[in-house]
């Protein structure tokens, strides 16, 4: 890592890596020429965990759980895309059951990172009131996803081949409730994203990305559609059981930061619609199909639509127990590479919404603990100066 | 033919100038096997066409096997894979690179945000891709020391290495 000016009349403004209101570490330099961004880098790792590596000396099954501890808020999507290339390997189809019931678990999730993001983003823009309702809503989803698995957040309801647990009756019609109330309150926030005078003059105009930049930076998940590059792996290529339940894509044409609100609120509201489709058709069957404990060898891509976006699994075994090779790559990381290039031609004061609105997860592509040498460098942002900056530049 | 097969089709007729041989692993995939020399031509055939767009860049160690009495031995590999997505057909562009000569040409110039996915080719594999616009360390610890790659198959985590020592 350089810090090196690159030339005479250049600022470089770095932030992080440790900023306490962006809950992750990242660090970012922004090279400014007065208060408008000319350049911008990305260094990620600060909590790189090995798990790519780790994945070569663990069984199968044991790589399950690790693969839902890549990340803390999507872990089912995470084992959903292993167990699924997992049992294209081994030749099985997990029953009718389990993969509407793998796509119940995959909805509530995106409800509630969604709802999250919901908050993350009003919140880096001052907007402290959305950011507090938001996260009380989202309990909501929470409460059910704890209701229904035993736990907040690794839910850990795959197995290779199938789930572990069943859906009864009456936790539907518990859930039912919760997403009326829901489907009301994101009425009230898109009332609110759509005609707030000063939430649309942080977010309208800000940080627009056209269709023609989203497909060459490779943006994916809201953030892409978002600008008008209409594509989801649940409508491309349907996997668990979208084929029988499937969901309508979200796009909007404008490509900044106020498209980001309204695709990610609207796809809330299409997951809520597709949950009550679930429970009023949900097929009878077992819920685990029979799969051998070595796996044969080959390979296979599988692919899910995580909350942010494509989630890309590359499994490799050779028949034995372990995997050969498992690589991942999450959606956060295509979505870094728009950030980067977005940033320049705009105001410092706008980073902290535009850093936000992709949804940036960090423990998603970094995966080896590492703590960092305390910096005494005054020119050093926190993300919590850049964030009062542009509350200030604003006011 | 479904829509799959004839997007799949698309590609390797764009791709069949530059391809050694093609394969397909799965009804939604093709691989499409290069020299490296081929890598840029290839990729911007795909770009020009408007072929989806680039998901990951994959590495993955082939380590030489052990070489029998008699036999030349043949040296290591990194086998790299472009991997492009559109809808649900997936081509993967796949070039191998000899450990002495783990080069690859950078391509930033047509896909900008690869930049990425080369410098964690760069740090987990040693493969260098030549021209990429920032060789920074990206996911490693600026103290990792140089010259290991902990993706290849040869690096042993240190963990391992004392359970071996006490018989486990």
């Known amino acids: ?395 | 033919m479904s829509a799959t097969e004839q997007i799949l089709q698309n590609a390797q007729n764009l791709l069949q100038p530059f391809a050694q041989s093609f394969n397909s692993p799965e009804p939604n995939r093709l691989d499409v096997f290069l020299r490296r020399e081929n890598l840029l031509p290839a990729i911007k055939a795909l770009i020009e066409a408007r072929w989806g767009y680039l998901s990951t860049i994959t590495g993955i160690d082939r380590p030489a096997a052990t070489v029998e009495a008699g036999q030349t031995p043949v040296e290591g590999e990194i086998e790299v894979l472009y991997s492009f997505c559109s809808g649900a057909a997936v081509v993967s562009l796949r070039v191998r690179v000899p450990y002495s000569d783990a080069v690859l040409p950078s391509i930033c110039p047509l896909i900008p945000s690869a930049t990425l996915g080369e410098r964690e080719l760069m740090e987990m594999f040693g493969v260098r891709a030549e021209g990429t616009p920032d060789t920074s360390r990206l996911i490693l610890a600026d103290s990792w020391p140089e010259g290991v790659y902990p993706l290849r198959k040869s690096f042993v985590p240190p963990a391992r290495v004392s359970g071996a020592a006490e018989g486990g």
């Open chain 1, 1 to 395: 890592m350089t810090f090196e000016p690159q030339g005479e009349n250049r600022f470089i403004v770095p932030i992080g890596p440790q900023h306490p209101a962006l809950k992750e570490p990242g660090h970012f330099e922004f090279v400014v020429d007065g208060e408008i961004v000319t350049g911008a880098s990305v260094r990620l790792g600060y909590v790189h965990r090995g798990i790519e590596k780790g994945a070569e000396d663990r069984t199968w099954t044991q790589n399950l759980y690790l693969m839902e501890r890549i990340c803390g808020i999507c872990s089912h999507i995470h084992a959903t895309a292993f167990v699924q290339g997992v049992e294209k390997l081994a030749g099985v189809e997990a029953p009718p059951r389990a993969r509407a019931i793998r796509e119940i678990f995959a909805e509530l999730e995106r409800i509630h990172s969604h709802m999250l993001w919901l908050g993350v983003a009003a919140h880096e823009g001052g907007f402290d009131a959305l950011f507090m309702y938001s996260w009380r809503d989202r309990e909501v989803v929470m409460d059910m996803l704890e209701m229904l698995s035993g736990n907040r957040v690794h839910y850990s309801a795959n197995l290779i081949g199938g789930v572990k647990y069943d859906i009864p009756l009456e936790m539907m019609d518990k859930i039912r409730e919760g997403l009326n109330y829901l489907e009301e309150r994101l009425l009230h926030y898109l009332d609110v994203v759509n005609n707030d005078e000063t939430f649309i003059g942080r977010t309208r105009g800000i940080g627009t990305m056209t269709r023609e930049q989203a497909q060459l930076l490779g943006a994916v998940g809201p953030t892409a559609r978002a600008s008008n590059f209409a594509y989801d792996v649940r409508v491309d290529a349907p996997y668990a059981a979208y084929a029988e339940f499937p969901v309508e894509m979200v796009v909007a044409k404008e490509g900044d930061l106020h498209a980001r609100f309204v695709v990610r609120i609207l796809e809330t509201m299409e997951s809520i619609r597709v949950l009550r489709r679930i429970f009023d058709n949900m097929p009878e069957s077992e819920l685990v199909t029979r799969v051998p404990r070595r796996i044969p060898a080959g390979e296979t891509i599988s692919r899910v639509e995580a909350p942010r976006g494509e989630l890309f699994y590359f499994i490799a075994s050779n028949g034995g127990e372990k995997p050969e090779r498992v690589k991942v790559r999450t959606p956060s990381l295509c979505n870094w590479g728009t950030v980067i290039t977005l940033a320049v031609g705009h105001k410092l004061a706008d980073m902290p919404m535009i850093l936000a609105g992709i949804d940036p997860c960090f423990s998603c592509n970094d995966r080896l603990v590492m703590v960092k040498r305390n910096r005494q460098d005054p020119q050093v942002w926190t993300w919590a100066d850049l964030r009062n900056y542009g509350i200030e530049y604003y006011r």
